[in-house]
């Protein structure tokens, strides 16, 4: 997990953002959990890298 943390802040439909909340707590996940996995999922789409990334792929070498 990263060790360091950064905001971000987005706006969304006030209806979206209750149903996403209520989803979240039905799954007994936070929203920022949910939002950090689709956004790690989404860099892993594209075949974008990140620092955290390479740390744990250095720990954890393919042989």
Do not use: W
């Not at 996940?29 to 594209?46: A, E, F, G």
């Not at 974008?48 to 792929?57: A, F, K, N, P, T």
């Amino acid at each position: 997990m990263e060790k360091k943390t950064a905001r971000l802040t987005l706006l969304i439909d006030p209806q979206k953002k209750r149903a996403f909340e209520e989803l979240c707590a039905l799954q007994d996940l936070t929203p920022s959990q949910v939002v950090r996995q689709l956004i790690r999922d989404y860099l892993h789409k594209h075949g974008v890298e990140y620092g955290s990334q390479l740390q744990e792929d250095e720990k954890n070498p393919s042989t």
